[in-house]
């Protein structure tokens, strides 16, 4: 007798990093000068990693697929994904003499934090990693860090994604800037394939050289994707597809950092449609948990449960607004 093929709620595919993150500084450091700090730490990082700990917060199945080095931090990024109950490790690779992503992040009160990052592994991962038989009808496949993994930047990732689409995979697409380049030649070719794309609007105008996020999402989805959600920061968040246009308020919460906020919001969008809730519910759980994520420097040790949230949504409201 054979095992039946192993099923996931999630697949989230993509960049892994270990991050070396400072409490709030009161300014940065001049040439030469040190400026003290509470504490600095070492956490889990990276698009993939991080929303696979946040969604097995809300009792799904992740299946995580990426690429860490062989040094200590490699280590570190290995053993802490797999002490996470619900996320699937046994497709990680470790490639040789590599080191993992690494990001110093380096907060100051008041500001935006500040990224010094090196891809590492992650410039190895390609789909060809995905088990096939990971894509079931039905199972979310999260693409967390397009742009930093030039594998994917190929035709054997568009095959995968129409493989996945008709199996009944939804695909959800995620990009980081990485490096100064022409994105769009990069992108474009995926929003047939994409389900939801979810850049941020300082990505978006980037990538579609728009300001305007309603002029962005329409560009987008005139290249092919189902729905556009841009996160606009403190202006909430956009959702545009043919068949819905609204705009979500933000929660209010205390502000700490900000590592991590996209990829908690992104994990309530799925967690809302992994369980067949409507867009509006989507953007609103991914608002909430990215609320949560920002009281605190790592990019997932705040963020809510599934009762978290709960109780959250109960006791707040936010604001939402139709586009005609």
Not at 111 to 131: C, I, K, W
Not at 193 to 212: G, K
Request: overall charge negative; some cysteine; aromatic content about 8%.
């Amino acid at each position: 007798m054979t095992d039946s093929p192993k099923t996931h709620d999630c697949l989230c595919l993509g960049i892994l990093f270990a991050d070396v993150v400072c409490h709030p500084i009161p300014h940065l450091p001049v040439p030469g000068e040190l400026v003290p700090t509470e504490r600095v730490e070492l956490s889990l990082g990276g698009c993939a990693s991080n929303v696979a700990i946040n969604l097995a917060r809300f009792d799904m199945s992740i299946g995580l697929c990426g690429c860490i080095g062989d040094d200590p931090f490699s280590d570190y990024i290995e053993q802490t994904l797999r002490g996470v109950p619900g996320v699937d490790t046994s497709r990680l690779a470790r490639i040789t003499n590599s080191g993992p992503g690494t990001s110093m992040i380096l907060n100051v009160q008041g500001e935006d934090r500040r990224f010094v990052s090196t891809n590492g592994a992650n410039g190895y991962f390609q789909l060809s990693d995905v088990p096939d038989e990971w894509l079931t009808p039905g199972t979310i496949l999260y693409i967390g860090g397009f742009l930093m993994m030039p594998k994917l930047e190929s035709p054997e990732t568009i095959e995968v994604l129409k493989r996945a689409r008709k199996r009944g995979c939804r695909i959800i697409l995620d990009v980081v800037l990485y490096g100064d380049r022409p994105y769009w030649d990069a992108i474009k070719p995926l929003l047939p394939y994409t389900d939801i794309f979810v850049p941020n609007d300082h990505e978006a105008e980037r990538i579609s050289h728009l300001s305007d996020p309603l002029d962005q999402a329409k560009f987008f989805l005139d290249a092919g994707t189902e729905a556009a959600v841009i996160t606009c920061g403190e202006k909430g968040t956009l959702y545009y597809s043919a068949r819905e246009k609204f705009r979500v308020g933000i929660f209010p919460t205390g502000f700490v950092g900000g590592t991590g906020a996209g990829d908690a919001f992104n994990s309530g969008f799925i967690a809302a449609m992994h369980r067949k809730l409507p867009p509006v519910e989507c953007v609103t759980w991914g608002s909430a948990l990215g609320a949560s994520c920002v009281r605190h420097i790592s990019a997932t040790q705040s963020v809510f449960s599934l009762a978290e949230l709960q109780d959250y949504l109960a006791a707040h409201n936010t604001s939402c607004e139709e586009i005609a």
